[in-house]
Nanobody, 121 residues
Framework: QVQVVESGGGLVQAGGSLRLSCAASGTIFSISAMGWYRQAPGMSRELVATITYTGSPNYGDSVKGRFTISRDNAKNMVYLQMNSLKPQDTAVYSC???????????????WGRGTQVTVSS
């Protein structure tokens, strides 16, 4: 029905930058909030950033001032620009999208499988 796919992860040195992309596709009537979460080994999942349909962002405390979330509603995509990366940013980054598949149902949260971001010191 709906697929969410992340891309753009990789290995970067501390202080560097990466840009993650996430595309939602399939049977989509509308998408409200979209967001990025991350999970490091042995840790619980953590909010990175979310963004409303109108572009209002919300950031986790650990990334404020370094990461920027944006979206392209026409393409059903959300992006995460990550600057000044730190080793503690190393994690699997997952995207989610709150999708209505028709005008008659309520939003359902779809998740991607995640993309690995590794920051070396």
């Amino acid at each position: 029905q709906v697929q969410v796919v992340e891309s753009g992860g990789g290995l970067v040195q501390a202080g560097g930058s990466l840009r993650l992309s996430c595309a939602a596709s399939g049977t989509i009537f509308s998408i409200s909030a979209m967001g990025w979460y991350r999970q490091a080994p042995g840790m619980s999942r953590e909010l990175v950033a979310t963004i409303t349909y109108t572009g209002s962002p919300n950031y986790g405390d650990s990334v404020k001032g370094r990461f920027t979330i944006s979206r392209d509603n026409a393409k059903n995509m959300v992006y995460l620009q990550m600057n000044s990366l730190k080793p503690q940013d190393t994690a699997v980054y997952s995207c989610n999208a709150n999708v209505r598949t028709s005008r008659y149902n309520t939003p359902y949260e779809y998740w991607g499988r995640g993309t690995q971001v590794t920051v070396s010191s």
